[in-house]
């Protein structure tokens, strides 16, 4: 039940009325290219925090969807990935990304942009794809080696000059790793450095443009215990730079983001078990609400929050049970998916859209076909835009309910377990319920399963997601 109520109190605080502004509506997802239409936008947070409001809690034994309770919109961002230059979709795999069900592009992901000059014809090149996959994008301007007229010289070239309309801008790539960069040089590099260049950076590319909204900070892991070896690969190290970061600049940055790769936990233990696995999709709830806790704390005011990167590792380990490109690490960013949509989480980039080299497990398609993810994906853009009230008291057992602009009810229900379980699904406004089902589990890709009436007990396979649509 932990998990549970520490979701309810975080959703409560966030979505369900208590008079903070949505971030986003369904209409703000764009799929138009972007040089003519607008893309989502933020409200302005409140200066003082709202007490929670209570909502109802679970019902023991079954999972439970209350479809008159709305608990606000669900950010159309949350769908979203990586590229870069060095990370071209092949020919043959085009109508995969364009059909993937992204719906924003950070770019140029990762590293590489902080080591090289990003190009004007780049640029383009990538607005092009941007806009036939109908993706927003989330633009990173060059720091470590860079200056603040080059970052403002990107911002004139691409909403001035180009009108591209870019809305969201990071400034760098995961600051708390340059150090080891400019030891060779004989600087250091250390957070009150970063957190000073990241203003000058700001205040430069807003001067351009007043309307951009920048995200940050950007750094490498973080999660909801910083004790080095628990829960995240390098201690509080990153915990330091995420507090210092909104006490120097949290009245400046629009978004609050970090990364989040939880495995492998130290750099010798190598791949983890499925139960190591499954147990850490349980503990994103305590992520978001840690990271609310410490924008309140530090700047005292609601800031979006934003997961740029994650998977479920960030080595270069492939066809295990539990590597990225596995079924089971499918099924994990499902669920985890699934928590960042009940925590109001505002942006989510999972890595990377297409793999590449060594890292040819971390990716929703690859050279030839698309990798399990694709189809967590797949069963996401069936879901709903209007986030409904579910429980479950499983943990290895996850719901998530929505209604879609269509006016139908969708369910997402998550089998993290390695063995199949059997619930009824209990509807408060309705007792015999029809639904087309749709299941992603290891012998069926994202199939639909035909009508199936949901007015008894269900059984959900083994590391599978079930979705059903209600008319």
Not at 54 to 66: E, H, R, S, W
Not at 100 to 127: C, E, Y
Not at 145 to 170: H, L, S
Not at 203 to 230: C, R, T, W
Request: charged letters at 20%; hydrophobic letters at 40%; one cysteine or more.
């Amino acid at each position: 039940m932990t998990r549970i109520w520490l979701g309810l109190i975080l959703l409560s605080l966030f979505l369900s009325g208590c008079g903070i502004a949505p971030l986003s509506t369904p209409e703000t997802v764009a799929k138009t290219p972007q040089a003519t239409t607008a893309v989502a936008t933020i409200v302005a947070p409140p200066t003082l925090l709202p007490d929670p409001t209570l909502i109802p809690t679970a019902v023991p034994g079954m999972l439970y969807v209350d479809p008159t309770t709305s608990l606000g919109p669900i950010s159309p961002l949350v769908y979203g990935s990586n590229y870069g230059p060095w990370l071209s979709v092949s020919l043959e795999m085009l109508p995969a990304a364009y059909d993937s069900g992204v719906t924003i592009l950070r770019f140029p992901a990762g590293s590489w942009g902080d080591h090289n000059d990003l190009q004007k014809f780049q640029i383009d090149s990538f607005m092009d794809f941007a806009n036939k996959m109908g993706a927003t994008v989330l633009f990173s301007v060059r720091l470590l080696g860079g200056t603040p007229q080059q970052a403002a010289e990107m911002v004139r070239y691409t909403n001035i000059e180009k009108k591209y309309n870019i809305q969201y801008w990071n400034i760098g790539n995961e600051p708390t790793l340059y150090n080891s960069e400019v030891k060779g040089r004989g600087e250091t590099y250390d957070v009150n450095r970063f957190n000073q260049e990241w203003r000058d950076f700001a205040e430069a590319m807003k001067k351009v443009d007043p309307s951009i909204k920048l995200v940050g900070p950007e750094i490498n892991q973080f999660s909801y215990d910083a004790s080095p070896g628990v829960t995240t690969n390098f201690g509080e190290w990153d915990e330091t730079w995420f507090i210092e970061f909104l006490k120097a600049n949290g009245d400046f940055v629009d978004v609050v983001s970090f990364h989040r790769y939880p495995f492998p936990r130290s750099r010798t233990s190598g791949r983890p078990a499925m139960d190591e696995m499954r147990l850490n999709a349980q503990e994103w709830d305590r992520i978001f609400i840690h990271a609310r806790d410490l924008i309140h704390q530090y700047t005292g005011r609601e800031l979006p929050i934003a997961v740029t990167e994650f998977n479920s590792a960030y080595d270069k380990s492939v066809g295990g049970d539990t590597t990225p490109d596995s079924h089971y690490s499918a099924i994990w960013m499902a669920d985890v998916l699934g928590s960042m949509i009940k925590n109001g989480v505002f942006m989510a980039n999972e890595w990377a859209l297409t793999a590449k080299g060594g890292y040819g497990g971390l990716g929703l398609i690859g050279q030839s076909d698309v990798l399990p993810s694709y189809y967590t994906y797949q069963m996401y853009r069936k879901f709903g835009n209007e986030l409904i009230y579910s429980s479950s008291d499983d943990p290895d057992l996850s719901i998530y309910a929505a209604r879609r602009a269509d006016g139908a009810l969708t369910v997402i229900v998550v089998n993290m377990a390695l063995e199949e379980k059997t619930k009824s699904i209990r509807f408060v406004d309705r007792t015999e319920v029809e639904a087309e089902m749709w299941l992603f589990d290891p012998t069926h890709k994202a199939e639909n399963m035909g009508d199936v009436q949901l007015s008894s007990e269900m059984s959900f396979p083994t590391q599978s997601v079930t979705l059903f649509i209600i008319s």
